[in-house]
């Protein structure tokens, strides 16, 4: 109907494992569709030749692809910074969130980590943080205290950086790492505080 004469089917395999290459389908008269296809085995690609990839396929499937147990975070990172940078959709950003969450299947210990060692030093911070607080699957009510903290900390870090001006590194890392009361009790202070030393002063 549409003059379509040029069909490239192609199959994308994540695990390892015997596959045939050609499919049939049909009923008990006769086979109505038989036809050969490209197959893609994901997981022999190393990822190291896409880290930096521009597209948003490859960078959500970096966790799919070959690498070295040691490279396992900064692939998951490389992933994410990927989908926040590169997918501007925010109902996509979620479902694409969900996808290498699902995938990956990174532990509490490696999460923390994660946010610790890559998530803190992303330029795609706020945006990661957003998604992954829809995301990850700890319950709702432990999502919506998240969120709540994650909105909490964006907001507090608003009104430092119209008060004092750009956040150095270690303001940014504890508004980062913060605690609930921790953010309630440094917003108490914005308005009297003379320094980011005083908001930040453990009294």
Same mark, same amino acid.
């Given at each position: 109907?549409?003059?379509?004469?040029?069909? =490239? #089917? =192609? +199959?994308?395999?994540?695990?390892?494992?015997?596959? #045939?290459?050609?499919?049939? $389908?049909?009923? /008990? !008269?006769?086979?109505?569709?038989?036809?050969?296809?490209?197959?893609?085995?994901?997981?022999?690609? #190393?990822?190291?030749?896409?880290?930096? &990839?521009?597209?948003? =396929?490859?960078? $959500?499937?970096? +966790?799919?692809?070959?690498?070295?147990? @040691?490279?396992?975070?900064? +692939?998951?990172?490389?992933?994410?910074?990927?989908?926040?940078?590169?997918?501007?959709?925010?109902? !996509?950003?979620?479902?694409?969130?969900?996808?290498?969450?699902?995938?990956?299947?990174? &532990?509490?210990?490696?999460?923390?980590?994660? %946010?610790?060692?890559?998530?803190?030093?992303?330029?795609?911070?706020? =945006?990661?943080?957003?998604? $992954? &607080?829809?995301?990850?699957? @700890?319950?709702?009510?432990?999502?919506?205290?998240?969120?709540?903290?994650?909105?909490?900390? $964006?907001?507090?870090? %608003?009104?430092?950086?119209?008060?004092?001006?750009?956040?150095?590194?270690?303001?940014?890392?504890?508004?980062? /790492?913060?605690? #609930?009361?921790?953010?309630? !009790?440094?917003? @108490? %202070? +914005?308005? @009297?505080?003379?320094?980011?030393?005083?908001?930040?002063?453990? %009294?």
């Amino acid at each position: 109907m549409l003059d379509t004469e040029r069909v =490239v #089917p =192609v +199959v994308i395999f994540l695990r390892s494992g015997a596959h #045939p290459y050609e499919l049939r $389908l049909g009923g /008990d !008269r006769q086979t109505y569709l038989h036809f050969h296809y490209l197959a893609c085995d994901l997981y022999r690609l #190393p990822a190291a030749q896409y880290l930096n &990839s521009t597209n948003v =396929v490859a960078r $959500l499937n970096l +966790v799919n692809m070959a690498y070295a147990p @040691e490279q396992r975070l900064e +692939v998951y990172a490389r992933a994410q910074d990927g989908l926040a940078g590169l997918e501007s959709n925010w109902d !996509r950003r979620l479902k694409y969130a969900d996808f290498i969450d699902g995938y990956a299947q990174l &532990s509490e210990t490696e999460w923390a980590q994660y %946010r610790r060692e890559y998530l803190a030093d992303s330029d795609q911070r706020e =945006v990661i943080m957003g998604m $992954l &607080s829809y995301s990850r699957k @700890e319950g709702l009510q432990q999502g919506l205290q998240q969120g709540l903290q994650q909105g909490e900390a $964006l907001l507090l870090r %608003r009104l430092l950086t119209r008060r004092f001006g750009p956040l150095p590194e270690w303001a940014e890392r504890r508004l980062t /790492d913060a605690e #609930p009361a921790q953010l309630e !009790r440094w917003g @108490e %202070r +914005v308005l @009297e505080a003379q320094s980011l030393e005083a908001i930040f002063a453990e %009294r």
